[in-house]
């Protein structure tokens, strides 16, 4: 989604600015700009479309000024236009602002400024701010220059209803950066003799790994040699210098064609990565002290909601399959914009778990903060270290999957499900799991990441299934029980990159509705157990070659199927029951990421989409 990069320090801001915005690329945006600070005025460039059409466009101007910001926008109000592009200008050219987020009460602040003499020239919420700001700081005493800047951003942010990451310049101080947030993430980096202060460590990481995360209501304002913390209230705050904890490299393609491709085949390390310090000594179970809870509080636990969004809900739908099954705890999945508006009655005993890989998804924030509210022990399984679901919920456990570029989610979503298997694990054992089945469960967990290598070293065939597949324009996915949530990932993320329609059923609901798609333009993948269910499955595939359906299936060595009732197979090696989702999901995601790579598409920026998905 929208992105910030901004620049205070020695150097010109031009390099910085843009480099950092090409860093954040992956967010997902549609159009750019920057603003830099020239001899006191401020000069804007913005364009629709790609980041290489501003580089070109900077180039021509040669910008030198050494203070400046840039965004990449994802259209929320208003068209792809230059008009609407960031950074925002205030009436009088004194300002520059680029804002993520959504002012939700704009309509309300433009028909004041209209009424106080302001313009506009843009559809969006995001310049009715910069004009508040200009409006306030006009009614600030002159002679108090030091606060006169912050202060008319405090004051303004006061009437401001809704979510914003901000970072604002201004024409009369040609070193200072001022930016704010609520429910919207701002970081700052510290380098040596510069700062950048952006919405995700990536725009920055190459320059330094020293950082600030400010909270929400904290106002930073930062000079190329000092900053200061302090609240929308008036408070001063104290501010903690951290170090982030993966390198630029991490985020770089390396030999690969793309960061999907990347990310899929970097699985075996991401799951030893997540596992790592996660066994109990005697190897009979799983440890996670970072949820902060005591055997005895975890044993006292009646229910567990799990909430999320897209991919990261999918690694909670099998959370379900796993607990009840391993631990006996009833489980109720939630997707987190649904569960912050419904108001569920929730019992005392219950525990809630978001889960995220960016730590930012403004709906599953919102479902944290919603099941705080209420006093419910809230839990997070998350990627990003020091991310803002981190910070707030009361525990949780971390992913340790190192940064994913791509958007569609693959490592992060099979890390999820690890440590979903090992919750399962761990709160089984404390329940009425025997310590045999916890020591086969931990055997199994470790021979997972040479399995999925296993997978991964036939890519070339599956790229091959992929490029006779990939001429179909729908495609149904089909697995039962702990698989079906598998069949809706591999679904969307098909969808997602190749813009194919593909929809996830369980498979024995095909007969209630979605049968009525197959032909033989209308290809079935099937992903099938390895238990007794695995003849039901096969029913349901009888079912879909009477129509004159192609089956593609993924099954696990030894499997045997009725001559004639599979086009093509993908075997996966046989495993625990817990962890057959991880292995199925290889294949899925190997399917999607080759059919859209034969079909020509942007695969690590699919159109419309965004990283992480900081608006409702
Ligand atoms: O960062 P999060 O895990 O909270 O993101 C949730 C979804 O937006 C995300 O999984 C989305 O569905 C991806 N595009 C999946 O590939």
């Known amino acids: 989604m929208c992105g910030i990069v901004s620049y205070t320090g020695k150097r010109s801001a031009r390099q910085a600015l843009i480099d950092g915005l090409k860093r954040i690329e992956y967010r997902g945006y549609d159009s750019a700009g920057i603003a830099t600070h020239e001899k006191d005025t401020l000069q804007v460039i913005r364009k629709p479309g790609r980041i290489e059409v501003l580089a070109e466009e900077v180039d021509k101007v040669e910008p030198e000024g050494t203070l400046g910001i840039a965004h990449t926008r994802w259209a929320t109000h208003g068209e792809v236009t230059e008009a609407n592009a960031h950074p925002h200008l205030s009436n009088n050219g004194k300002f520059a602002l680029v804002h993520n987020g959504i002012i939700e009460n704009y309509v309300t602040i433009k028909k004041f400024l209209e009424s106080e003499g302001y313009t506009f020239s843009s559809e969006t919420d995001s310049e009715v701010l910069v004009n508040l700001i200009s409006y306030h700081y006009d009614k600030e005493p002159k002679n108090d220059k030091n606060n006169r800047f912050c202060e008319s951003i405090r004051k303004s942010l006061l009437h401001v209803e809704g979510t914003y990451g901000i970072v604002v310049i201004c024409d009369d101080y040609p070193n200072d950066l001022v930016g704010a947030r609520k429910s919207s993430p701002l970081i700052l980096g510290i380098g040596k003799d510069e700062k950048i202060l952006a919405s995700d460590v990536s725009a920055f990481v190459k320059r330094t790994q020293d950082v600030v995360y400010l909270r929400d209501g904290e106002i930073i304002h930062v000079t190329e040699d000092d900053f200061s913390i302090t609240t929308v209230t008036q408070k001063d705050v104290t501010a903690v210098i951290e170090k982030i904890e993966w390198k630029a490299e991490d985020a770089e393609l390396g030999s690969f064609k793309h960061f999907m491709e990347k990310e899929i085949f970097e699985q075996p390390t991401a799951l030893e990565n997540a596992m ?10 799983a440890i996670f002290g970072g949820l902060n809870m005591s055997a005895q509080e975890l044993r006292q636990v009646d229910r567990i909601i799990f909430c999320a969004c897209g991919t990261a809900w999918h690694a909670c739908l099998t959370a379900e399959y796993l ?32 889960v995220s890989q960016s730590g930012e998804t403004l709906d599953t924030l919102a479902a944290l903060r919603e099941s705080q509210r209420k006093g419910y022990r809230t839990l997070a399984i998350n990627n990003v270290v020091g991310s803002t679901i981190a910070r707030e919920s009361d525990g949780g456990i971390y992913q340790h999957a190192g940064p994913e570029i791509g958007v569609a989610s693959t490592k992060a979503f099979t890390s999820q499900l690890v440590i979903v298997a090992m919750l399962a694990l761990y709160l089984g054992r404390m329940r009425d799991m ?42 149904l996915f089909l697995g039962r029980q702990i698989l079906f949530p598998i069949a809706l990932e591999g679904a969307l993320k098909l969808k997602e990159i190749s813009y194919i329609h593909a929809e996830g059923y369980p498979a024995a609901e095909l007969k209630h509705g979605p049968i009525a798609l197959i032909s033989p333009k209308c290809p079935s993948v099937f992903l099938t157990n390895q238990e007794s269910i695995f003849n039901k499955t096969l029913a349901n595939m009888q079912e879909v070659k009477a129509r004159k359906g192609e089956i593609l299936a993924i099954a696990a060595a030894g499997r045997i199927f009725p001559e004639g009732l599979v086009d093509d197979l993908i075997i996966v090696p046989p495993a625990h029951a817990a962890l057959q989702p991880i292995l199925a999901t290889i294949p899925v995601q190997l399917l999607s990421y080759y059919i859209a790579v034969e079909r020509g598409c942007d695969v690590d920026k699919p159109r419309n989409l965004a990283k992480s998905v900081t608006v409702e």
């Open 434 to 475: 025997s310590l045999g089945d916890g020591s086969q469960f931990v055997n199994a967990l470790k021979q997972l990441p040479e399995q999925v290598h296993q997978i991964l070293e036939k890519s070339h065939y599956i790229q091959e299934i992929a490029q006779k597949y990939a001429h179909h324009e729908d495609f």
């Open 276 to 285: 790592r310090g996660h066994f109990s000594e005697d190897a009979t179970t």
């Open 323 to 354: 607990i009840e099954r391993y631990a006996r705890i009833p489980v109720e999945v939630e997707y987190a914009s649904e569960f912050r508006y419904r108001n569920a009655p929730l019992d005392k005993n219950t525990l809630v778990f978001v």
